[in-house]
């Protein structure tokens, strides 16, 4: 890479291009050097090359800002077409609603008017365009405030602008600023506040789930904003470079900046419904997500030396990196750790890292990520980072009984994965304790499955090993995993072995499937009956496929057939997977495994598989066991995947007929052309090219139009399929809420209207008479800011977990509802109409139904 | 999304000489391909350790553990199969250089899986870099083979007053888990601190196992572990070997580039 890129890419980092200046002014000064000297003949690649780090480097923007400014100053013209770049990746930004493009090039033009390369009243026009686009989506008259995640967002962008020129613009335009404060306020004031009680991380269990002094995200940024001004509008983790070169920089032409305009947000309903509103305001918050949900995991002791608004920066500048890096290790940690401030802070970092990995309803990228870089942060920062962590997961497992579900499965799979890169060292004997507490305790729940999944990723042996600082943990580990033939296991039966031993001896000798099959129906079933010939023949062949995933593979895709001969129809299909949880009760991974690749291998319905997870058995642990929940996981989320699949095909599919059209009408106009033009043969002139070529021609213009009726014909055969997926998602989450409806109608307390879960909570404390309060031992920041509850810090940990069995299976059942009805929104939301009419009925459970609406984020008295 | 500092289009420097085609039908395979080779693993790994860490970048089609050649043990690498593109970029960005078993494991994108690339392409079965290693890891059967060798010529010096060949195992594979997963020769360090493995998962392959649709024309599992096991007696004369066997292993290569 030539010199000048480098130092554009590594301007204010600690790295050998800079040799020892630490300085933001030398590393400016030297870089600016380098560009000047290539400027005239590299004009279009530092161009591209400045924009791109200034996007995806966003913390250095100041430092590009000030580049910029100086370059300013030699020469105005390449400015000038920079800004142009600027504007019309600005406007695309905004029409593709790309929310990260806008928020990161409002920065750049925000330090642009602070380098005086930008007029500061472009800058306010923007403002202004932003606020009054804002203000009409809100107006119930002009608008449609169904689409307030986009005036929220639009709002949010001009805010966060004023970490990094707040203080040129007060000084210079004061009136201005206080006319945007006044704006911002009003619309404060006509927008509804965000109460999005399903994105929670944590149940809030003080009846009232958000209290009025709760502060939406757009309130606490503004909040943020209100003390920064009251602060006088410093900041201590934005640079400000351009400072030190503010003589030369006045000198500068300030450019102007053409308009920008927002889209057109879609028009409301025509038919306005609490269905067809909810759907339309799912789509706008699909669009326009939030970017962060605060997590408060440590006492605000460890945070709280920071200006409010330095908290927003760093989150800012930590997220960022995290987009920007993902898939780069090295720069990732070391941008992480190294970000331009004055202070420490792991303690933030480790906060905003664990807010994305829990955020709700999904993380921007794969849990997997942040498991990297909280491995790659530990390296990085072994003498801080590993303690922090370490804080945080206290933290969370104090608080486990109140956290989502869906957050709950996601930090136990961080968590086992994390130790199985750190040799599995955890101190374990501080939980030893959760072996007193009874089997649903969350918290002992959440050891369990710890062990569990580290038992996966190693082996039973290890982990027990990693136990043993801690008595008697080892009680909760997996059983030892191996296959469980049962055949006959009630009595001599020798007749179930003698037909396994035939049946084994058919697949040793090679026999074809057809020959298996016609044995079991002439010599087993006549004989034995289904319920023998379905035990024998599943468990002998899930023997053979015992050895390892690829030997089940083998044997499904061998004997499928058989399988599917012995259990046709749905019921018996329950029965087979039945069988499957019983040869592999001592291993949930293979139990999970194989009836997945049933389903996979369509020897099961996901109907099937819902019907055998509410089944009595399962029912029975769904509060001590996450093995029901791993396989209902599974069946959803591969019907999820057939379908999304699906339309992927169709999509690619649709643009391959499009194109091969074009190519069969091009086709067909050169033959045209060719047919009409008059040769001279032997002399006379004829219609028509020489034959030879329109020969050719012909027969191309005739491949090109079957070309497209093959894929037309295939295009409408995956649209036939979509249309029958999306019926049997219907089917499925139709059955999948009727399960939960009837479970829950129920085991949920006879003839109580508890109508929230804390509610549920304190019948079963009243009968204990035990103090209500959470067991006092919450290091942890609430959620809602308010101060914790009486504590007796230093005090001796209350242990006892004081929810009731029934109690904790209605909480752990409600929790699951709520967290599948929020990762499947989108699929759920087409077929409301149907589940309105059969399932969330006013018999429903009321909980039940709240669970179900929360998750949707469904206003519930819009029902 | 990162482009600033890595070239996107650039999958992977290393180039498997056994790839049928040309360098851009190479790239092209790599920048469509839904395998991920995993390197540097542990004999001992199971398939279904390899899929709970695996499944948290995406559904998993097929795993495919790489054997030697000649034991029908695991040598030490398998290939994942995903059903996306997405997932399996997603294997490769977060879980190489991560740890499975102790190890660190290497995972990169692969041109696709083909019968015969689960087998070790080094002399004596396994990959060729644990031919020639000097070090001592007890993950990957012990020493090297190379060194193997020569301790076992050594310790034939040595151990006349037993007298013969036979004294020494056969190499079969049923020590597996116990022993050392290579080949057995006596050495029975690796097995040793991996005592309650359950080792009954051992795993053969049988060549016909990619042709599902022929399924009911198959042999079963289990009729080809028995016909698996001529193939994995000794070798007999491993100077007649040497000339068939190349030493273009994959994992030379890739290590050379690390």
């Given at each position: 890479?030539?010199?000048?890129?480098?130092?554009?890419?590594?301007?204010?980092?600690?790295?050998?291009?800079?040799?020892?200046?630490?300085?933001?002014?030398?590393?400016?000064?030297?870089?600016?050097?380098?560009?000047?000297?290539?400027?005239?003949?590299?004009?279009?690649?530092?161009?591209?090359?400045?924009?791109?780090?200034?996007?995806?480097?966003?913390?250095?923007?100041?430092?590009?800002?000030?580049?910029?400014?100086?370059?300013?100053?030699?020469?105005?013209?390449f400015?000038?077409?920079?800004?142009?770049?600027?504007?019309?990746?600005?406007?695309?930004?905004?029409?593709?609603?790309?929310?990260?493009?806008?928020?990161?090039?409002?920065?750049?033009?925000?330090?642009?008017?602070?380098?005086?390369?930008?007029?500061?009243?472009?800058?306010?026009?923007?403002?202004?365009?932003?606020?009054?686009?804002?203000?009409?989506?809100?107006?119930?008259?002009?608008g449609?405030?169904?689409?307030?995640?986009?005036a929220?967002?639009?709002?949010?962008?001009?805010?966060?602008?004023?970490?990094?020129?707040?203080?040129?613009?007060?000084?210079?335009?004061?009136e201005e600023?206080?006319?945007?404060?006044?704006s911002?306020?009003?619309?404060?004031?006509?927008?509804?506040?965000?109460?999005?009680?399903?994105?929670?991380?944590?149940?809030?269990?003080?009846?009232?789930e958000?209290?009025?002094g709760?502060?939406?995200?757009?309130?606490?940024?503004w909040?943020?904003?209100?003390?920064?001004?009251?602060?006088?509008?410093?900041?201590?983790?934005?640079?400000?470079?351009?400072?030190?070169?503010?003589?030369?920089?006045?000198?500068?032409?300030?450019?102007?900046?053409?308009?920008?305009?927002?889209?057109?947000?879609?028009?409301p309903p025509?038919?306005?419904?609490?269905?067809?509103?909810?759907?339309?305001?799912?789509?706008?918050?699909?669009?326009?997500p939030?970017?962060?949900?605060?997590?408060?995991?440590?006492?605000?002791?460890?945070t709280?030396?920071?200006?409010?608004?330095d908290?927003?920066?760093?989150?800012?500048?930590?997220?960022?990196?995290?987009?920007?890096?993902?898939?780069?290790?090295?720069e990732?940690?070391?941008?992480?750790?190294?970000?331009?401030?004055?202070?420490?802070?792991e303690?933030?970092?480790?906060?905003?890292?664990?807010?994305?990995?829990?955020?709700?309803?999904?993380?921007?990228?794969?849990?997997?990520?942040?498991?990297?870089?909280?491995?790659?942060?530990?390296?990085?920062l072994?003498?801080?980072?590993?303690?922090?962590?370490?804080?945080a997961?206290?933290?969370?497992?104090?608080?486990?009984?109140?956290?989502?579900?869906?957050?709950?499965t996601?930090?136990?799979?961080?968590?086992?994965h994390?130790?199985?890169?750190?040799?599995?060292?955890?101190?374990?004997?501080?939980?030893?304790?959760?072996?007193?507490?009874?089997?649903?305790?969350?918290?002992?729940?959440?050891?369990?499955?710890?062990l569990e999944?580290?038992?996966?990723?190693?082996?039973?042996?290890?982990?027990?090993?990693?136990?043993?600082?801690?008595?008697?943990?080892?009680?909760?580990?997996?059983?030892?995993?191996?296959?469980?033939?049962?055949?006959?296991?009630?009595?001599?039966?020798?007749?179930?072995?003698?037909?396994?031993?035939?049946?084994?001896?058919?697949?040793?000798?090679?026999?074809?499937?057809?020959?298996?099959?016609?044995?079991?129906?002439e010599?087993?079933?006549?004989?034995n009956?289904?319920?023998?010939?379905?035990?024998?023949?599943?468990?002998?062949?899930?023997?053979?496929?015992?050895?390892?995933?690829?030997?089940?593979?083998?044997?499904?895709?061998?004997?499928?057939?058989?399988?599917?001969?012995v259990?046709?129809?749905?019921?018996?299909?329950?029965m087979?997977?039945?069988?499957?949880?019983?040869?592999?009760?001592?291993?949930?991974?293979?139990?999970?495994?194989?009836?997945?690749?049933?389903?996979?291998?369509?020897?099961?319905?996901?109907?099937?598989?819902?019907?055998?997870?509410?089944?009595?058995?399962?029912?029975?642990?769904?509060?001590?066991?996450?093995?029901?929940?791993?396989?209902?996981?599974?069946?959803?989320?591969?019907?999820?995947?057939?379908?999304?699949?699906?339309?992927?095909?169709?999509?690619?599919?649709?643009?391959?007929?499009?194109?091969?059209?074009?190519?069969?009408?091009?086709?067909?106009?050169?033959?045209?052309?060719?047919?009409?033009?008059?040769?001279?043969?032997?002399?006379?002139?004829?219609?028509?090219?020489?034959?030879?070529?329109l020969n050719?021609?012909?027969?191309?213009?005739?491949?090109?139009?079957?070309?497209?009726?093959?894929?037309?014909?295939?295009?409408?055969?995956?649209?036939a399929?979509?249309?029958?997926?999306?019926?049997?998602?219907?089917?499925?989450?139709?059955?999948?809420y009727?399960?939960?409806?009837?479970?829950?109608?129920?085991?949920?307390?006879?003839?109580?209207?508890?109508?929230?879960?804390?509610?549920?909570?304190?019948?079963?404390?009243?009968?204990?008479?035990?103090?209500?309060?959470?067991?006092?031992?919450?290091?942890?920041?609430?959620?809602?800011?308010?101060?914790?509850?009486?504590?007796?810090?230093?005090?001796?940990k209350?242990?006892?977990?004081n929810?009731?069995?029934?109690?904790?299976?209605?909480?752990?059942?409600?929790?699951?509802?709520?967290?599948?009805?929020?990762?499947?929104?989108?699929?759920?939301?087409?077929?409301?109409?149907?589940?309105?009419?059969?399932?969330?009925?006013?018999?429903?459970?009321?909980?039940?139904?709240?669970?179900?609406?929360?998750?949707?984020?469904?206003?519930?008295?819009?029902? | 999304?990162?482009?600033?500092?890595?070239?996107?289009?650039?999958?992977?420097?290393y180039r498997?000489?056994?790839?049928?085609?040309?360098?851009?039908?190479?790239?092209?395979?790599?920048?469509?391909?839904?395998t991920?080779?995993v390197?540097?693993?542990?004999?001992?790994?199971?398939?279904?350790?390899?899929?709970?860490l695996?499944?948290?970048?995406?559904?998993?089609?097929k795993?495919?553990?790489?054997?030697?050649?000649?034991?029908?043990?695991?040598?030490?690498?398998?290939?994942?199969?995903?059903?996306?593109?997405?997932?399996?970029?997603?294997?490769?960005?977060?879980?190489?250089?991560?740890?499975?078993?102790?190890?660190?494991?290497?995972?990169d994108?692969d041109?696709?899986?083909?019968?015969?690339?689960?087998?070790?392409?080094?002399?004596?079965?396994?990959?060729?870099?644990?031919?020639?290693?000097?070090?001592?890891?007890?993950?990957?059967?012990?020493?090297?083979?190379?060194?193997?060798k020569?301790l076992?010529?050594?310790?034939?010096?040595?151990?006349?007053?037993?007298?013969?060949?036979?004294?020494?195992?056969?190499?079969?594979?049923?020590?597996?888990?116990?022993?050392?997963?290579g080949?057995?020769?006596?050495?029975?360090?690796?097995?040793?601190?991996?005592?309650?493995?359950?080792?009954?998962?051992?795993?053969?392959?049988?060549d016909?196992r990619?042709?599902?649709?022929?399924?009911s024309?198959?042999?079963?599992?289990?009729?080809?572990?028995?016909?698996?096991?001529?193939?994995?007696?000794?070798?007999?004369?491993?100077?007649?070997?040497?000339?068939?066997?190349?030493?273009?292993?994959?994992?030379?290569?890739?290590?050379?580039?690390?």
């Amino acid at each position: 890479m030539s010199s000048w890129r480098n130092l554009l890419l590594r301007i204010g980092d600690k790295t050998p291009e800079y040799g020892a200046a630490t300085d933001f002014k030398d590393h400016i000064e030297t870089c600016f050097g380098a560009i000047r000297r290539e400027l005239d003949h590299s004009q279009t690649e530092i161009l591209e090359f400045l924009l791109a780090c200034a996007e995806q480097l966003p913390h250095k923007i100041p430092l590009y800002g000030t580049l910029i400014g100086l370059i300013n100053l030699e020469n105005e013209d390449f400015v000038k077409k920079l800004l142009d770049k600027i504007h019309t990746k600005f406007q695309d930004a905004l029409n593709s609603g790309d929310c990260n493009g806008v928020r990161i090039l409002m920065r750049l033009m925000t330090v642009l008017m602070c380098s005086k390369v930008l007029q500061l009243s472009s800058l306010v026009g923007i403002f202004d365009t932003f606020l009054s686009s804002a203000a009409t989506i809100v107006d119930e008259e002009k608008g449609n405030p169904l689409w307030q995640p986009c005036a929220d967002f639009y709002i949010t962008c001009i805010l966060s602008c004023l970490p990094w020129g707040g203080a040129e613009l007060v000084e210079q335009v004061p009136e201005e600023i206080d006319r945007l404060m006044v704006s911002v306020e009003a619309y404060l004031s006509i927008r509804r506040r965000d109460s999005d009680t399903g994105l929670f991380f944590f149940e809030k269990d003080d009846g009232n789930e958000r209290g009025s002094g709760d502060k939406d995200f757009v309130e606490d940024l503004w909040e943020r904003i209100q003390a920064l001004s009251s602060n006088g509008w410093k900041v201590e983790s934005v640079p400000r470079p351009h400072l030190s070169f503010e003589a030369q920089l006045v000198a500068g032409k300030s450019h102007e900046f053409g308009t920008v305009s927002c889209p057109n947000i879609p028009s409301p309903p025509s038919v306005p419904s609490g269905i067809s509103n909810g759907k339309q305001k799912h789509e706008a918050e699909l669009k326009y997500p939030q970017r962060i949900h605060r997590l408060n995991i440590f006492p605000p002791s460890k945070t709280e030396d920071l200006q409010p608004i330095d908290r927003y920066v760093m989150e800012e500048y930590l997220l960022d990196v995290l987009l920007f890096f993902n898939g780069c290790r090295k720069e990732c940690a070391s941008f992480m750790v190294g970000l331009p401030v004055p202070f420490r802070y792991e303690y933030l970092m480790a906060e905003t890292i664990f807010s994305q990995l829990l955020m709700l309803p999904q993380p921007p990228f794969k849990p997997i990520y942040y498991t990297l870089v909280i491995i790659d942060l530990c390296k990085a920062l072994p003498g801080a980072f590993p303690a922090v962590v370490a804080g945080a997961v206290r933290a969370l497992f104090e608080k486990i009984a109140d956290l989502d579900m869906e957050c709950r499965t996601r930090l136990i799979l961080w968590f086992s994965h994390h130790l199985s890169n750190f040799q599995f060292i955890w101190p374990w004997e501080e939980w030893a304790y959760v072996l007193d507490l009874p089997k649903w305790a969350p918290q002992r729940v959440f050891v369990q499955e710890v062990l569990e999944r580290e038992v996966r990723l190693s082996y039973w042996d290890k982990v027990k090993q990693s136990v043993e600082n801690a008595a008697g943990l080892e009680e909760l580990l997996p059983p030892k995993g191996g296959p469980n033939l049962t055949l006959g296991a009630d009595g001599a039966d020798n007749n179930e072995h003698a037909l396994s031993g035939e049946l084994n001896n058919l697949v040793k000798g090679k026999a074809p499937v057809r020959e298996i099959i016609s044995w079991i129906d002439e010599t087993v079933l006549p004989n034995n009956g289904l319920e023998v010939t379905l035990r024998v023949v599943v468990q002998t062949l899930l023997n053979i496929g015992s050895k390892s995933f690829t030997h089940l593979i083998t044997v499904l895709e061998r004997y499928g057939q058989v399988f599917a001969k012995v259990c046709p129809d749905q019921d018996k299909q329950v029965m087979l997977i039945a069988e499957v949880g019983l040869f592999w009760k001592s291993n949930t991974q293979m139990t999970a495994i194989a009836i997945d690749r049933m389903m996979g291998y369509r020897l099961v319905s996901n109907l099937a598989i819902v019907r055998w997870v509410f089944s009595l058995e399962n029912i029975e642990q769904f509060h001590t066991s996450d093995r029901p929940w791993e396989v209902l996981r599974n069946a959803v989320s591969k019907t999820y995947n057939r379908i999304s699949d699906l339309r992927k095909e169709i999509l690619s599919l649709k643009r391959n007929v499009l194109s091969a059209e074009e190519a069969a009408k091009q086709a067909k106009e050169e033959l045209d052309a060719a047919e009409s033009k008059l040769t001279l043969v032997d002399g006379e002139p004829v219609l028509g090219e020489n034959p030879a070529r329109l020969n050719r021609l012909k027969s191309q213009a005739a491949k090109a139009k079957e070309e497209v009726v093959s894929l037309q014909e295939s295009f409408e055969a995956k649209e036939a399929l979509l249309v029958r997926a999306i019926e049997e998602n219907e089917a499925l989450f139709l059955m999948l809420y009727k399960s939960f409806s009837n479970v829950l109608a129920e085991r949920l307390p006879e003839g109580s209207n508890a109508r929230t879960l804390h509610e549920l909570k304190s019948t079963e404390v009243d009968v204990m008479a035990v103090d209500p309060q959470e067991p006092s031992t919450m290091e942890v920041d609430n959620e809602n800011q308010k101060p914790p509850n009486s504590q007796s810090n230093g005090g001796k940990k209350s242990n006892a977990y004081n929810v009731g069995e029934k109690e904790q299976w209605c909480i752990t059942t409600l929790g699951y509802v709520k967290a599948f009805s929020r990762q499947y929104a989108a699929e759920i939301w087409p077929h409301i109409e149907k589940l309105d009419a059969e399932v969330l009925t006013e018999e429903a459970p009321p909980l039940f139904r709240s669970a179900v609406y929360s998750g949707l984020r469904r206003p519930i008295n819009e029902a | 999304m990162a482009s600033l500092f890595k070239d996107p289009a650039k999958l992977s420097a290393y180039r498997d000489r056994r790839f049928p085609g040309n360098q851009e039908e190479f790239e092209h395979a790599l920048q469509t391909s839904t395998t991920v080779y995993v390197g540097n693993m542990s004999f001992y790994t199971t398939e279904e350790q390899v899929y709970e860490l695996f499944s948290r970048a995406g559904e998993i089609k097929k795993i495919i553990m790489g054997l030697d050649k000649n034991s029908k043990t695991p040598c030490g690498f398998c290939f994942v199969l995903y059903y996306s593109r997405e997932d399996t970029e997603d294997a490769c960005k977060y879980i190489s250089g991560t740890i499975l078993d102790d190890r660190p494991i290497r995972v990169d994108f692969d041109w696709g899986f083909q019968d015969g690339r689960q087998w070790g392409r080094g002399r004596s079965g396994g990959q060729v870099r644990d031919e020639y290693r000097t070090d001592y890891d007890p993950g990957r059967g012990g020493y090297g083979k190379l060194v193997q060798k020569e301790l076992e010529v050594q310790r034939q010096l040595v151990d006349y007053g037993a007298g013969s060949l036979g004294s020494f195992p056969p190499v079969i594979p049923h020590s597996y888990g116990r022993h050392g997963g290579g080949h057995g020769h006596g050495h029975g360090h690796g097995g040793s601190h991996r005592h309650g493995r359950d080792y009954h998962r051992k795993r053969y392959r049988d060549d016909d196992r990619h042709h599902p649709h022929e399924s009911s024309k198959r042999t079963s599992d289990h009729e080809s572990r028995r016909n698996a096991d001529p193939d994995s007696r000794p070798e007999k004369n491993p100077r007649f070997r040497e000339s068939g066997d190349s030493d273009d292993d994959e994992e030379d290569d890739r290590k050379r580039r690390a």
